[in-house]
């Protein structure tokens, strides 16, 4: 075997230029399937992969709804592979609202501005620069690595990874894990870096509930009114303190952190202990107990007619194994007057912090940052892990990047003035080489 070629332009290079190329080929996904789509960013990912002699296969569950697939072949091939995912799709921006156009790529204050800087062209960069290094310098992986990038997550994945898992599922052949997005970024706990490795999602369940009563007229006397009874019902769904509930990835966060940080922390209730974290306890806080949230009204159309039927969405989300007890929780306040409709519902999903690949992890984070911590935790939303986790694949959240102390980057996803650190990207991208190169 020949040694690795070092005359090429390395990852660290090329990951800015490519994050700013995606930012730039805006692929807002409206959920209504107006908008760009992805077809000219998955074009564009393909000329990239193809340049160091890929092939990727491109899909289309929709017209222009596109997502690509190519096999970088392992040193071993026996083994199970490995699935990098990544998601072309971006939430809308409003321009006028940003410091900077959101869909030029511009760079200032040593960051990358722009829709999808975090969420995630920036991981979509990284994977794609560390690649093509490795294709040019002759580099494999060890085992197969599959790289996807996919339509539609912003809106599900509809038309994106569900669509590949049900429509193609040949196409993740003897994976057995995958990493993607929101985790693997740091945050600053005290004067402790600590990375927040995501192996945990909470399900989303909504629901449509449904008050039906006597339509008249606003002037009389009316004891079945639909517009009472559905108020009632969302009320009492609206105010309801959700128990807590702790599943294994949030016990493992919280004991770890304490230990590191020397908190003491009461798993019975961890909220105390939890408010000591800062920025932290927002993005844990969510994942303590289910929640069920009234956002939206439906009901009549004039101001003395009272309506036969009225319309309330509830955004319901679960944590893993505890989707019964919500839907049980839901029927006891609501009772028997009012019904309630599945409009949307995804799973939980929940792995343990544990094994080699997670070895892998620990092990490429310390040495890029020696001192920093690494813990698992669970996400209050959720990501295309929960589609590939339908195939038995071992979903984590990791996209690894130093962040500042001062960032506020959960406040980055679907935010106004949505930015990356040049340096994080930069780290990201020697952390993946390391993680993959020992994965
Ligand atoms: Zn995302």
Not at 87 to 111: K, M, Q, R
Not at 220 to 242: I, S
Request: proline share 5%.
């Amino acid at each position: 075997m020949s040694e690795p070629r070092t005359d090429v332009p390395s990852a660290q290079d090329e990951v800015v230029g490519i994050c700013r190329d995606l930012i730039r080929i805006d692929s807002s996904n409206y959920g209504d399937g107006s908008g760009p789509a992805e077809r000219a960013a998955a074009e564009y990912v393909a000329g990239q992969l193809a340049e160091v002699g890929l092939e990727p296969e491109i899909f289309e569950s929709e017209e222009r709804r596109t997502s690509l697939v190519v096999r970088f072949e392992g040193e071993d091939s026996s083994r199970p592979g490995l699935l990098v995912h990544g998601h072309l799709d971006v939430v809308p921006a409003a321009a006028s609202d940003w410091t900077h156009d959101p869909f030029a790529g511009e760079i200032a204050d040593d960051c990358l501005w722009g829709r999808g800087a975090v969420d995630m062209k920036d991981m979509d960069a990284m994977v794609i620069a560390l690649v093509r290094q490795m294709r040019r310098e002759g580099r494999k992986p060890p085992r197969d690595l599959v790289l996807s990038f996919l339509a539609d997550e912003e809106a599900g994945g509809k038309f994106g990874a569900h669509w590949m898992v049900d429509n193609h599922p040949e196409q993740f052949e003897g994976v057995s894990e995958a990493i993607s997005e929101v985790g693997g970024f740091s945050f600053t706990a005290g004067d402790r870096r600590v990375y927040l490795i995501e192996t945990a999602q909470k399900g989303i369940h909504w629901l449509k509930l449904v008050a039906e009563g006597r339509a008249g007229h606003g002037s009389m006397v009316n004891d079945d009114n639909a517009v009472t009874a559905l108020a009632e019902a969302v009320a009492r769904v609206g105010r309801h303190e959700w128990p807590m509930r702790m599943t294994p990835t949030v016990q493992k966060f919280l004991e770890q952190m304490g230990d590191a940080l020397g908190i003491e922390v009461d798993l019975t209730n961890p909220e105390p202990a939890l408010a000591k974290l800062g920025n932290l306890a927002k993005i844990v806080g969510a994942t303590l107990r289910n929640t069920a949230n009234p956002t939206y009204l439906k009901a009549g159309y004039k101001h003395n007619v009272i309506p036969q039927s009225a319309e309330a969405f509830i955004d319901c989300r679960f944590l893993p194994g505890f989707e019964d007890e919500l839907l049980a929780t839901i029927d006891e306040l609501i009772g028997p007057e009012v019904r309630r409709e599945t409009v949307i519902q995804d799973i939980a999903y929940e792995t343990t912090f544990d094994g080699a690949l997670v070895d892998a992890m620990l092990a490429a984070l310390q040495a890029e940052d020696p001192g920093s911590l690494a813990v698992p935790y669970c996400l209050s939303g959720g990501t295309d892990n929960k589609s590939f986790s339908l195939l038995g694949i071992r979903g984590f959240g990791f996209a690894p990047l130093r962040l500042p102390a001062d960032l506020d980057f959960s406040g980055m996803f679907h935010g106004i003035d949505e930015r990356v650190p040049l340096d994080s990207l930069k780290f990201g991208v020697r952390v993946l080489d390391r993680f993959i190169a020992t994965s």
